[in-house]
């Protein structure tokens, strides 16, 4: 049987899938495939059913949940970090109510989570791998910053307004939910939980050979320094990411309870996790 896991070209995901892709983890009779695009497209995707099992933003579940249940391995969860908003000089964090913000798309949690912070932002959809230079060359006054921008932002002379992980969990006392990986429900309980079980063995597997799979992961980090991409990936790759726990599914639901309550959600939805 043929499945595909979708995923983002992104260091932190090819660490995680490593095991998976190198042959790492057996799949039996399970023939798996890997299909690599950024996550807002993933997240369209997702509404459409398109693979197996994808990668999607928490803050996409509720416009998916008909198709899909999440895995409780496989996320990346910031406890204390998350996504940045950045400028070109320091202001006020409050400063950004007033501004106009480069997103990488209005379905990642990062947007939820902005939206949020800042419920009356104006904000302008541009690539996520763009953002840093639509802000440095002064197109937007301020960029909302995910993937391996949060650690490179420096490098292009700009300055941080806001971590929302920090403010977040401040907030509630919760990590932030960034991206899980969900599971098609047609395929049935029996194989989710099969695919669930798979998801959790690949990041074992590259947790345990962490040499080799950073190795793998530095083919997909866009040119970054191999020490950036290293803190990267132990960013967005340890114990939560094998298994998010009571508390995570708690910041999950909460996270999408804040998002519906202040309309940018459509609908409540009660998180549904596979357990496997």
């Known amino acids: 049987m043929k499945i595909t896991i979708a995923h983002s070209p992104d260091s932190d995901d090819a660490f995680m899938f490593y095991g998976l892709a190198k042959g790492g983890v057996p799949t039996g009779e399970l023939e798996v495939s890997h299909v690599l695009t950024d996550i807002e497209t993933l997240n369209r995707h997702a509404q459409e059913g398109r693979h ?7 803050h996409a579940y509720p416009f998916v949940a008909d198709r899909y249940a999440l895995m409780p391995c496989g996320g990346s969860i910031g406890d204390g970090y998350g996504p940045l908003l950045v400028a070109r000089e320091a202001r006020e964090p409050g400063a950004v109510r007033g501004m106009t913000v480069a997103v990488p798309g209005t379905l990642t949690s990062a ?33 909302l910053v995910i993937h391996e921008g949060q650690l490179t932002y420096r490098g292009q002379g700009l300055v941080k307004l806001v971590d929302l992980g920090a403010w977040w969990k401040q907030e509630t006392g919760l990590p932030l939910p960034l991206g899980g990986n969900a599971v098609r429900r047609d395929l049935g309980r029996e194989l989710m939980q099969r695919l669930t079980r798979l998801v959790r063995q690949t990041v074992e597997h590259s947790l345990a050979h962490r040499p080799q799979a950073l190795e793998y992961a530095m083919s997909f980090a866009r040119g970054m320094d191999p020490k950036v991409a290293d803190r990267f990936v132990g960013m967005w790759v340890n114990d939560m990411t094998l298994e998010m726990g009571e508390r995570g599914r708690r910041a999950v639901q909460l996270f999408l309870d804040r998002g519906y309550q202040a309309g940018v959600i459509p609908r409540q ?3 549904d996790f596979v357990e496997a």
């Open 111 to 143: 947007y939820l989570a902005l939206k949020l912070f800042a419920p009356g932002v104006a904000t302008r959809v541009v690539p996520f791998d763009t953002i840093l230079d639509e802000v440095r060359e002064g197109r937007a006054e301020a960029g």
């Open 52 to 58: 197996e099992v994808t990668a999607i933003s928490f």
């Open 269 to 271: 939805v009660a998180v």
